[in-house]
DNA sequence: TTGTAAGCGTTATCAA
DNA sequence: TTGATAACGCTTACAA
C-alpha cells in the first residue's frame, strides 16, 4: 500500500546528508567516508530504497535501451535472432523495447518516432518495410540483420556462398536439373526499391545458385513467384511447383534448392505425401539452418546462418556507434557492413543415396 | 550532425511564449487563440521538434511500459504468446520491454529490479522460476500467463476441460489403452512450491485425463517422468517410452495424450520412423494447438489454447489494475483468475480410421 | 570529504 | 488566454 518510492531525497532526510552525498554513494562511494558509507548503507536498507534509471536518464542522457523492428514472430528466424539479442544483455546491459512491424509502413514509421520519443540509443532493424535511406534519414545508430542495407551499417550471412554451397551439395548428390525456388521479395511491388535485386538478400543465394550452375554446366530453372506472406499460401502454391516440376522432368534426378527452410519444409512435405516416402528422383536443400530442418520427419540439408555470430557483430557495431556518439565531440563512425559465413549443414536429402523415412535420423 | 534535440524551450524562445503555453499547445491546444496555434505549429515545423516521453515521466509518472518475463523464445509458444502482446500496443500503447528467463532465478530477479528501476507500469510472467508469492511481494501490477498463481492474477486456459476433451478423442479413437505422458514440471527439485502439483499446469490435463478413464473404465498408465530442458533431451527420452509401451502392449491400440505439442510431435516422428507409417495401433493428441501441429508431415489432434483470448484477458487485467493504482486514491484490486476454454482440434491422429503419410492433409 | 545550486525537459499550480 | 514558478529524481560543476 506504500504509494511513493523513496527517493534520495528521502535517504538525504534521513541520515542528514546532502542529495549529493547520496549520490555519491551510488557513484563513487570511496569519495565517503568509511563511517558515512554505512550510514547511508543502513538508510537504504531501512527506508527501503530502489534504484529510479528513469530519473537518472534526463541528466545523464542515456536510456541503456535499443530498439528492435521484427517483421514478425511467426518465423523462427526472427525469434532466434531475437533471443541471441536479448541475451547480449548479460553482456551490454541494454534493455530492448520490442516492435513487430506486421509489414505495414505507416505502422513502422509509427514505432520508430515512439522509439525516438524514448531516446533509444539505437535500433536493430529486420524489418523490410523502410527503406535504408529513410533510416538513416533519423540520424539515431542503427544496425540491419539480413536487409537492405545501402545506407546504413548492416550485418548480413554470406549468401552469395551460401548458395555456392548449397548449389554444389545438389550437384554432389547426382542431380540432372536443379532449381532454385524464392518467392519475389514482400510482394515485389510493394517498395520499388527492392525492383533493384542487389538489395534483396535472395540476390546473393541465386548468384551463387547460377555459378555453380554454369560452373558445372548444369541445366537449370529459376523460379522465382510470389508466393504469398503466410505459411497457408506458401503451402498452396509450393506443391503445385513441385508437381509441374516432376511432371516436366520425370526420369531425371531433380535437385531443388529453396531460398529458406520454410519452403523446403513444405517442398518436403509434399514429396512425401505425393510419394509415401523420399522419392528417388528428388533431391532438396534448404538455407537458414531454422529448427526444422532438424526436426523434420527427413531432416533435410541446409545453410546455417551462424546467428550468434550475427547477432554479435550486429551488437558490436551498434555498441560502437552509441559510444561514439555520446563522445564529447559526437563522431559519425562510418557505414560498416559485416558479412558472417555460414555453415553448410549435410543431411539426408542431398546424399547420392535416396532416404527413407524408416529409421530416419 | 545536429546533436541537441529541440525542446519545448527552444519553441518558447522562438516564439516569444512560455514553455508552459507550449506544453498547453501539445497537452490542450484548444485552450490557446488560433492565432497562437499556427505560431507554435509552425515553429514546431521549422525547428523540428520531436516529443519527448522520457521527460514527461518524471512529472506525470507514467511510463507506458510493461515489463515481459518469457521463459525462452526457443517454444513457439512463447512466441505466439508474444506476438499478441505486442499486438496490443495498437490497443493500448504500452511499450514492452522483454526479458527471456531462461531458467535462471537470480537473473530473473535481476530482470525484475531492472524492471522496477524503470519504473514499469506493470509486468507479464509466463516465467516458472520465481514464486508468485515473490512477485506479489514487489507491489507492483502483475499478470501470469499459464503457471503458479497462487497470491497473483492470471490467465489460464481451461486445462481440466483441455483433457477432458483430449482424453475423450482417444477414447473415441477406438483405444484399448491410454497413457498421459508429460515432463516433471521443470525438473521437479527445482522449486519446492512445485511439489503442490496442483499449481502445475499439467495438473488440469493429467486430471481430466484420469477422469475420462474412470468415467470409461479404461485402462491407463501416467507416466511423468524428468524429460530434460531441450529438443534434443526430449527426442532422446520420449522414444524409449514409446518403444516400452509398444513392446509392453502388443495387440492392443495405445492412445497417446503428451502434456504439448513437442512431445506429441516427437512421439509422432518416431512411431512414423519405426513403422515407415502411422501404425495402426496407436493414437496420438497433443496440447496447445502451435503450428507444428498443423505442419507435421500428418497433421495431429491438440488442443487449442485460444491464445488470442488469452492474451487480450491477461492485457485488460493488467491495464485495470495499473489504472486502479493511478487513481487520486490508489486502489488495490483483487486478486483475478480468468479461465479460458482451450478448442479440440480433431485431426488424423485421433480418427477410427488409421492415418496414412501419403495423402496425407 | 561534503554541500550548494543549477540543470535535464516536461507538467501542474497558481496568479495575472 | 497566458506566464512564473515549483515540482519530478537525479547528476554535476563549483565551493567550502
Redesign the interface.
Given at each position: 500500500?506504500?504509494?511513493k518510492k523513496v527517493s534520495y531525497a528521502d535517504l538525504a532526510r534521513y541520515c542528514n546528508f546532502s542529495k549529493t552525498t547520496i549520490s555519491r554513494y551510488f557513484s563513487n562511494p570511496d569519495s565517503l567516508t568509511l563511517e558515512n558509507q554505512e550510514k547511508i548503507r543502513e538508510a537504504v536498507e531501512t527506508l527501503g530504497y530502489?534504484?529510479?534509471?528513469?530519473?537518472k536518464?534526463?541528466p545523464s542522457g542515456h536510456?541503456e535501451f535499443i530498439g528492435l523492428i521484427i517483421p514478425?514472430?511467426?518465423m523462427?528466424y526472427y525469434?532466434?535472432v531475437?533471443?541471441h539479442l536479448?541475451?547480449s544483455?548479460?553482456t551490454y546491459g541494454y534493455?530492448?523495447?520490442?516492435?513487430?512491424g506486421?509489414s505495414d509502413i505507416e505502422?513502422e514509421r509509427k514505432y520508430i518516432?515512439?522509439l525516438?520519443?524514448?531516446?533509444v540509443e539505437g535500433i536493430i532493424t529486420l524489418s523490410h518495410t523502410i527503406s535504408s535511406k529513410e533510416y538513416a534519414s533519423y540520424?539515431i545508430p542503427i544496425v540491419a540483420i539480413e536487409r537492405e542495407d545501402e545506407f546504413i551499417s548492416s550485418v548480413h550471412n554470406d549468401n552469395y556462398m551460401g548458395g555456392i554451397q548449397a548449389t554444389s551439395l545438389l550437384y554432389k548428390s547426382d542431380c540432372d536439373i536443379l532449381f532454385f525456388i524464392d518467392s519475389t521479395p514482400y510482394g515485389a511491388t510493394r517498395s520499388a526499391y527492392y525492383s533493384k535485386d542487389k538489395h534483396s538478400y535472395s540476390y546473393g543465394r541465386l548468384n551463387g545458385f547460377k555459378y555453380v550452375c554454369n560452373e558445372k554446366n548444369m541445366p537449370n530453372e529459376v523460379i522465382i513467384q510470389d508466393l504469398g506472406l503466410s505459411?497457408e499460401e506458401y503451402s498452396e502454391k509450393i506443391p503445385k511447383i513441385i508437381d509441374d516440376i516432376a511432371k516436366r522432368y520425370p526420369g531425371k534426378r531433380k535437385g531443388i534448392f529453396c531460398a529458406n527452410d520454410t519452403f523446403a519444409?513444405i517442398s518436403l512435405?509434399h514429396l512425401?505425401?505425393?510419394?509415401?516416402?523420399f522419392p528417388d528422383d528428388f533431391r532438396i536443400v534448404g538455407y537458414d539452418g531454422s529448427?526444422i530442418s532438424a526436426?523434420?520427419?527427413i531432416p533435410f540439408s541446409t545453410v546455417g546462418q551462424q546467428l550468434d555470430q550475427i547477432t554479435k557483430s550486429a551488437m558490436e557495431i551498434l555498441v560502437s556507434q552509441i559510444k561514439a556518439k555520446h563522445r564529447r565531440i559526437?563522431e559519425?563512425l562510418p557505414i560498416r557492413h559485416e558479412v558472417i559465413a555460414p555453415i553448410l549443414i549435410n543431411r539426408a536429402t542431398t546424399q547420392k543415396e535416396t532416404p527413407?523415412?524408416?529409421?530416419?535420423?
Open positions: 500500500m506504500k504509494s530502489q534504484e529510479n534509471k528513469i530519473a536518464i534526463l536510456t514478425n514472430l511467426y523462427p525469434s532466434e531475437m533471443h536479448l541475451s544483455y548479460s534493455k530492448f523495447l520490442v516492435f513487430e506486421q505502422l518516432r515512439e525516438s520519443a524514448y531516446n540520424d505459411y519444409n512435405l512425401l505425401r505425393a510419394y509415401g516416402n529448427p526436426q523434420a520427419i559526437p559519425e527413407n523415412i524408416a529409421g530416419a535420423k
